[in-house]
């Protein structure tokens, strides 16, 4: 048992002759003070001791004695301290210090403190709630009583532990964690060991963190999420335990911050003197947990910085800021490096260390640029006085700037607290005007930059203001390079700056080399206004016009010139396009065209008129070429009109018009409409031939015979949008009852008599083809009846009898025979043209070209247009043939054309129109 005793006493130092109270183990052990330790002579052994204080067991039955006998043993060290324990009479029990009441149930009694690291706060209340990540970290303190020589004189020796135990997600049982092997403090083969509790004072703690533990662990159950963890204290004597539990905290999911770095907390430039310089903690990340903080005693300890010298006052501010202060004598251009070290930052990035570094800037620098209004610089009315320049260190402080005429600010700016500039360069700009100034005066600028640490620095120039003579043009004024003509006006409108009254200005104009106008004026006048109708020019030639101003300060003067052409313009000229335009007999609903080039104009118009009356209609003119036109109605006549379409072409001088007339042939019978359907050739099947008929009487002709018929239309051309009229030619001997039309599958149109065609002038069984656009192909069909017998005869490509061909891609199927004739006469019907009427829509070949001959003027290379036209027709031809599809050539001379050695055309699926010009006679 007597080992198992703590003993109080008092030690006594032989140089001051003070003495302390202190709590001795008895026996003292190998690591004691006390080297000259003996026995009481009165203990022999330690069953003597028994008689005083029964102290074996020290269980639940533990009941202590009064001691009857004072004893009492001293000890002296090598210094000569003496040492006193003795077991005075004990003044009070010594009852159940470690109740379970008093320690186990009462965590504020115990006073039990948790610290997770990486936390918003210094320390947690005990429970699973908390969150514990990955990175795992926490420290527990378990403080027990307070033991002094107040409380006893003679205690039990008794021991303290701390152990982790944990449950994870899926255990229904709390496990304790298996010592670990080793770790930061070297291999622990049994890690809960007891650690004895000896010299108490007012600050013992019972303390054990599982931090160590927790570090060597890690990466497995404790990086589990949903593990829950709790730490176990034990305090023991002999075979009895107590034990407080206190529970840390659950295992979450963590998302650590990367990227660690320090950032000046305003972007402000360093400057020798600054305080309160904050330095913040950055990172990359978002939803970061948990979030990087500063410990809560940062300090100087934790950081390094050079250069030596220049940095003190290191306070932390909050969890991510700490400040420094920078002494005065920092030297500017220093690059400030500040490290932070391992442990300034709490776990899990107690292991991270950040170096910031930054230049401590001067004085301000103000670097005026080579824009600026140069020093001694003489400027005048309209100038612009510039300032500008490059500034360095002044972010934060004051910008402060003016310009001054005459020793009055015009332009001022005030900049405080001043941000970042773009580039840095400040400007400031002010244009003198004529009411700044009467007289020769000065000009001047100023800058003064002051930054945030009070260094302070200013530039200024300085130069003279001259009045110069000055020539403002207007915009009335003649512009260089203009073409002018008879009729035009040349021009000189200006306005004259700084003309004093011994100034003068003189202005002249010039045309063919002669001055046709001049004046002088004088005494501070501020314009001159000076005009010229050109008339009477007969050859092309130059225009030229001056102005010349001088005032005291400039005898010599300013002088402005400009010049250009005269042209005499000829007649314009207008070159109708006859392949569009429209000339001749039309019928209601065709469209009126008139298409020319036109040259050497200003102007252009239009119009088409019916029997005298305007239509309204208006031309557009792209480039040079100008297009009216104008689609006929039936309503507007009800009997043949005369038309007329016009252009008419104007310039300052002259003037051309060109026209076509023609007539709107209104018949007196009616021609029928004939419409199109929607099948295309080769998707109509063909039409079945009508049997053989007799109406029993005697006719000259019998039931067998077929009437003659053919088209009067030339196949496979493009038709006019509006209407054209088409026909068939038909006899009989006993007469024609009837013929029936179809276009493209549609609607049967049938004529019962013969009338006259308004387009060919002859009588024939006609339509009106109703076409107003589409660039389709219409097969037209007919079928000839002969009156009272006879057999019906159809006009159609294909054999009833043959399989129907597909018309598009394949020509030859256009010569097939139609009408059940004997073969014998095949090639006579082939040739004679009874067949299907082809046709294409409006809009087919609408970029057809249209190309001139003109022997005269031409040339082998064209291109063809009406100012550049071929020399040959042969030329025309072979240059374009491979892209002559519906190409009208158009011959503008009189003459013989050669039609020898044109090229094969081959390709080309449409005619080619060879015509002469309207203007031509036929004769010639």
């Not at 004085?363 to 360095?392: K, R």
């Not at 063919?512 to 008339?535: K, P, R």
């Not at 009126?592 to 309204?616: C, K, P, Q, R």
Request: net charge negative; glycine share 8%.
């Amino acid at each position: 048992g007597i080992y198992n005793l703590m003993r109080t006493g008092q030690r006594d130092y032989f140089d001051t002759s003070e003495i302390v109270q202190e709590t001795h183990r008895f026996p003292l052990n190998d690591g004691s003070y006390y080297t000259n330790y003996e026995y009481p002579t009165f203990v022999e052994r330690p069953e003597d001791l028994k008689d005083d204080v029964d102290l074996y067991h020290l269980g639940s039955n533990f009941e202590p004695k009064i001691n009857s006998v004072p004893f009492s043993c001293e000890v002296t060290d090598d210094d000569g301290n003496t040492s006193i324990t003795n077991t005075v009479t004990t003044q009070k029990d010594i009852r159940f210090f470690y109740d379970e009441d008093a320690h186990g149930d009462n965590l504020e009694a115990t006073d039990i403190r948790i610290v997770l690291g990486g936390g918003e706060e210094d320390s947690y209340e005990p429970g699973l709630d908390n969150d514990i990540y990955t990175d795992f970290f926490c420290s527990c303190q378990y403080k027990g009583k307070i033991l002094t020589p107040d409380n006893v004189q003679t205690i039990p020796l008794h021991f303290s532990t701390a152990k982790v135990e944990y449950k994870g997600p899926t255990d229904s049982d709390w496990i304790e964690a298996p010592p670990p092997l080793g770790g930061a403090y070297g291999p622990k083969l049994d890690y809960w060991y007891l650690q004895p509790i000896s010299n108490y004072n007012s600050d013992s703690i019972i303390g054990s963190s599982p931090k160590v533990f927790l570090s060597i662990f890690e990466g497995t159950v404790f990086d589990v999420i949903g593990t829950q963890v709790r730490v176990k204290f034990s305090i023991v004597t002999n075979d009895v335990s107590y034990d407080t539990t206190v529970e840390i905290g659950t295992v979450r999911e963590s998302n650590p911050a990367t990227n660690l770095r320090l950032e000046l907390e305003n972007d402000d430039d360093l400057y020798p003197g600054d305080q309160n310089i904050n330095l913040k903690l950055r990172w990359d990340g978002t939803d970061v947990v948990p979030v990087p903080r500063f410990i809560d005693d940062f300090s100087s300890d934790n950081i390094i910085y050079l250069p030596f010298g220049y940095v003190s006052n290191i306070q932390r501010i909050d969890d991510e800021t700490f400040s420094i202060d920078l002494s005065q004598e920092t030297p500017p251009g220093t690059e400030l490096i500040i490290g932070i070290l391992n442990g300034a930052i709490d776990p899990p990035y107690d292991t991270q260390s950040i170096v910031f570094n930054e230049t401590v800037s001067g004085p301000p620098v103000i670097a005026i640029s080579d824009f600026s209004t140069a020093q001694d610089a003489e400027v005048t009315v309209g100038d612009e006085i510039i300032l500008e320049a490059d500034l360095e260190y002044y972010i934060g402080g004051t910008i402060t700037t003016s310009i001054n005429i005459d020793g009055n600010s015009v332009a001022s700016e005030t900049i405080t607290n001043a941000t970042e500039l773009i580039g840095d360069l400040y400007r400031l700009t002010y244009v003198v005007t004529q009411d700044d100034i009467d007289q020769n005066v000065a000009w001047s600028y100023s800058i003064e930059v002051t930054n945030s640490s009070g260094l302070s620095l200013s530039e200024t120039r300085s130069g003279t203001i001259k009045q110069l003579p000055r020539i403002n043009v207007n915009p009335t004024t003649t512009a260089s390079g203009v073409v002018l003509t008879n009729g035009d006006n040349i021009v000189i409108d200006v306005d004259l700056v700084n003309m004093d009254a011994n100034g003068t200005a003189t202005a002249n104009i010039v045309v063919d080399g002669d001055t046709v106008e001049t004046t002088t004026l004088s005494s501070g006048e501020t314009s001159l206004n000076l005009t010229h109708t050109i008339a009477n020019i007969e050859s092309d030639t130059t225009w030229s016009l001056d102005v010349t101003i001088t005032n005291d300060f400039d005898p010599v003067g300013v002088f402005y010139s400009t010049d250009g052409t005269v042209d005499v313009l000829e007649t314009p000229t207008i070159i109708v396009n006859n392949a569009v335009s429209t000339s001749g007999t039309i019928v209601p609903g065709n469209t009126i065209v008139l298409e020319a080039t036109i040259g050497n104009y200003s102007s252009v118009e239009g119009s088409i008129t019916i029997n005298g009356i305007d239509t309204g209609a208006s031309g557009t003119l792209t480039g040079d070429l100008y297009r009216i036109e104008y689609t006929t109605t039936q309503d507007e006549v009800d009997s043949t009109a005369n038309w007329v379409s016009s252009i008419s072409a104007f310039n300052t001088s002259e003037s051309t018009t060109v026209s076509r007339d023609g007539s709107i042939f209104v018949s007196t019978e009616d021609v029928p409409l004939l419409e199109v359907g929607s099948l295309l050739p080769g998707e109509w099947t063909d039409t079945e031939q009508p049997d053989s008929y007799s109406d029993g009487g005697n006719h000259p002709a019998d039931q067998g015979s077929l009437p003659m018929a053919r088209w009067n239309v030339i196949p496979m051309q493009v038709v006019p949008s509006g209407g054209f009229e088409i026909g068939v030619v038909a006899f009989h001997a006993n007469g024609i009852d009837r013929v029936e039309f179809e276009a493209n599958g549609g609607d049967t149109v049938i004529v019962n008599k013969m009338t006259r065609n308004s387009r060919t002038g002859n009588r024939e069984y006609s339509v009106n083809l109703n076409m107003s656009s589409g660039d389709q192909l219409v097969e037209i069909r007919a079928i000839v009846y002969p009156k009272d017998q006879g057999t019906p005869f159809v006009l159609q490509n294909t054999r009833t009898d043959f399989p129907h061909e597909n018309y598009l891609g394949n020509p030859t199927d256009l010569l097939q025979r139609v009408a059940n004739v004997p073969s014998s006469k095949a090639s006579t019907v082939l040739g004679e043209g009874e067949h299907s009427m082809f046709l294409w829509g409006p809009n087919k070949y609408s970029d057809a070209p249209t190309l001139y001959v003109t022997p005269s003027t031409g040339s082998s290379d064209g291109p063809g247009t009406i100012t550049q036209p071929y020399d040959t027709l042969k030329n025309a031809w072979n240059a374009n043939r491979f892209s002559l599809e519906n190409a009208t050539i158009i011959l503008t001379e009189p003459g013989l054309y050669d039609i020898n050695q044109l090229g094969s055309a081959n390709g080309n699926e449409a005619w080619v129109t060879i015509i002469a010009s309207p203007e031509l006679n036929q004769e010639d």
